[in-house]
């Protein structure tokens, strides 16, 4: 019977991304193909789900821009965290500006964001410059491009994915993958990290729309990102349990079945 370790076993000598490898090392070590979107507003509640869902994750995803009180020592303790519970950080920043703006917004202001983060996001609205000028900067991060979304009408159209996956052919070293909700390409170099997943609930009124961690990992997911159905919950560490469980046995549903 095949396990979540042994699937990404296999996809680690196709990978080219050396961010990449890092990733599914972790996911073969914790049994988790799990990422947290931390979307809360303060330093104390950030850490505080971390701690509570640190062991059941290969990955944290912030949105530090919403910390309301923000300050550089929170990112020696994110650090920190991330040693101890063997885990990596994404920042969904989704950059999506010319070249030479990313740069300072990737390297600079009072985020620093290129002195901490693992793995960044962008669009690929500007074209191949915006790849460029986050590589130009980048300290060892590796970039993932938005070739689709969750939310209903999103723009993303065919075609628009397409440049997506161009853009990571050409720069497969720096390029890790898609934030996408299926897989978008039969290169397996590329890792597919799918959100909008919730157990439960179908969507929101702002025009999310959900599916199941199955569902997800079915349709291609290789790291599956939840939000409110985890830190909106009375105990984020049991539905971070929950989840991770939850992507565990499908996995071994499709390989019984094959």
Same mark, same amino acid.
């Given at each position: &019977?095949?396990?979540?370790?042994?699937?990404?076993?296999?996809?680690?000598?196709?990978?080219?991304?050396?961010?990449?490898?890092?990733?599914?090392?972790?996911?073969?070590?914790?049994?988790?193909?799990?990422? +947290?979107?931390?979307?809360?507003?303060?330093?104390?509640?950030?850490?505080?789900? #971390?701690?509570? *869902?640190?062991?059941?994750?290969? &990955?944290?995803?912030?949105?530090?821009?919403?910390?309301?009180?923000?300050?550089?020592?929170?990112?020696?303790?994110?650090?920190?965290?991330?040693?101890?519970?063997?885990? &990596?950080?994404?920042?969904?920043?989704?950059?999506?500006?010319?070249?030479?703006?990313?740069?300072?917004?990737?390297?600079?202001?009072?985020?620093?964001? %290129?002195?901490?983060?693992?793995?960044?996001?962008?669009?690929?609205?500007?074209?191949?410059?915006? *790849?460029?000028?986050?590589?130009?900067?980048?300290?060892?991060? %590796?970039?993932?491009? #938005?070739?689709? &979304?969750?939310? @209903?009408?999103?723009?993303?159209?065919?075609?628009?994915?397409?440049?997506?996956?161009?853009?990571?052919?050409?720069?497969?070293?720096? +390029?890790?993958?898609?934030?996408?909700?299926?897989? +978008?390409?039969?290169?397996?170099?590329?890792?597919?990290? *799918?959100?909008?997943?919730?157990?439960?609930?179908?969507?929101?009124?702002?025009?999310?729309?959900?599916?199941?961690?199955?569902? @997800?990992?079915?349709?291609? @997911?290789?790291?599956?990102? +939840?939000?409110?159905?985890?830190?909106?919950?009375?105990?984020?560490?049991?539905?971070?349990?929950?989840?991770?469980?939850?992507?565990?046995?499908?996995?071994?549903?499709?390989?019984?079945?094959?």
């Amino acid at each position: &019977m095949a396990t979540i370790e042994a699937f990404f076993a296999g996809k680690e000598s196709k990978i080219k991304c050396p961010k990449a490898n890092q990733l599914l090392k972790i996911i073969q070590r914790k049994g988790s193909n799990l990422c +947290v979107s931390a979307d809360v507003t303060t330093s104390t509640e950030l850490i505080k789900l #971390i701690n509570d *869902v640190g062991p059941f994750v290969c &990955m944290i995803k912030t949105h530090i821009d919403i910390i309301e009180d923000f300050t550089l020592n929170l990112i020696d303790k994110l650090k920190t965290l991330a040693l101890e519970h063997d885990f &990596m950080i994404f920042e969904d920043r989704k950059f999506a500006d010319l070249g030479s703006t990313v740069q300072k917004q990737f390297s600079g202001g009072v985020h620093r964001i %290129s002195s901490w983060a693992d793995f960044i996001n962008a669009h690929v609205v500007v074209g191949p410059g915006i *790849v460029s000028g986050l590589r130009s900067v980048a300290q060892g991060q %590796s970039l993932i491009l #938005i070739a689709q &979304m969750s939310a @209903a009408g999103n723009l993303c159209t065919p075609e628009y994915t397409s440049t997506a996956v161009r853009l990571a052919e050409e720069n497969g070293d720096f +390029v890790s993958g898609f934030i996408c909700t299926a897989r +978008v390409t039969d290169r397996e170099e590329f890792l597919n990290f *799918v959100p909008g997943v919730h157990i439960s609930a179908s969507g929101d009124n702002l025009g999310q729309q959900y599916v199941s961690p199955d569902a @997800a990992i079915r349709r291609g @997911a290789d790291v599956v990102i +939840v939000g409110r159905g985890i830190y909106r919950s009375e105990c984020p560490a049991e539905a971070a349990r929950e989840y991770r469980d939850a992507c565990r046995k499908t996995f071994t549903d499709i390989s019984e079945k094959e």
